[in-house]
């Protein structure tokens, strides 16, 4: 029942494809960077939103376009180094995703232009002065919704899970998420109590589970960064052993046999992207861009899963799925 096509957040590329009708300014090739704290995308990786978006502006790569692209492989101590690279082969942009890449590119220039395909509360993070007028040289797409959606992931569990007391929150650390006070607000609201478990490195997820187990936890909410999407697999198959029902934001959990995931539609993330990118290459300035919030979201359920956890979906939940993995 796949109805809204999906696309990743972790990496991204760019195929030949058609020119559009709008031509760029003749004979001009542009020059992109791309900076991202993982590995690169799996051939397979459906990118098509922001490929796509960019082929029908006129941006082909190997005619009028060319990409340099870097990837931290989730050692974040090599970003630095990595955003002053591309601004030395002076792009006229960088393309970027994650809190820690952004805030590499803002520390290694305010002259180049970047375009964010993802971020969890810049204003908060200190990356854009504010949603509306962004100012310096940073806009694109945020991830964030609001302390509201916090309460709506803590719903569904609460939904879900029969007489649900203990939710915790699987972290990945360095990352940026909500606040404990808004989880802990949201959780209060709801009745539950919020415990933390935390991961920086694959080692560390093994453990964290069995302190979530130990400490009673009924499910879970995932706030992840590259490390834990790249280990999402050991994420879903150690979340059936233990029996916990686990929630997450990247459809990619669900498919990788986590429970459920509700979080912002991709296809509509890396079209607003491409979109900023042919504002700025035309002419436009980040500054007067604002940065834009979600609007539409994707729930994929796992019903495999929840047969084996032993959960029965409520159909009201079933009904408003995007996607159910059976």
Known sequence: ?????????????????????EAQQAG????????FDGRPPDPRSPTKALEETLSDLGYVEGKNLVVERRFAAFNDDRLPDLAAELVRLKPDL??????QSIAALKQATTAVPIVMTWAMDPVGAGLVTS??????????????????FVA????????????LSRVAILRQTGRPGAEP???ESAARKLGLTILFADVRTPSDIEGAFATMTRSRAGAFLMLGGSMTHASRQQIADLAVQHRLPGLSLLREYAEAGLLL???????????GAATYIDKILKGAKPADLPVEQPTKFDLVINLKTAKALGL?????????ADQVIE
Request: glycine fraction near 12%; charge should be positive; charged fraction near 15%.
């Open 312 to 320: 029965t979906i409520p159909q009201s939940l079933l009904l408003r």
């Open 1 to 21: 029942m796949d109805r809204r096509q999906f696309v990743g957040i972790v990496g991204l590329s760019l195929l030949p494809a058609p020119l559009a009708a």
């Open 131 to 148: 949603l509306a007028r962004p100012g310096g040289n940073i806009t694109g797409v945020s991830l964030s919704a609001g302390p509201e």
């Open 94 to 99: 960088i393309v970027t995703g994650g809190n």
């Open 28 to 35: 001009r090739t542009y020059r992109i960077g791309y900076l």
């Open 152 to 163: 709506k992931e803590l719903g569904i569990l609460n939904e879900i899970v029969p007489k």
């Open 181 to 183: 006070a808004v989880l």
């Open 261 to 271: 995931t509700y979080g912002p539609n991709q296809v509509a993330q890396y079209r």
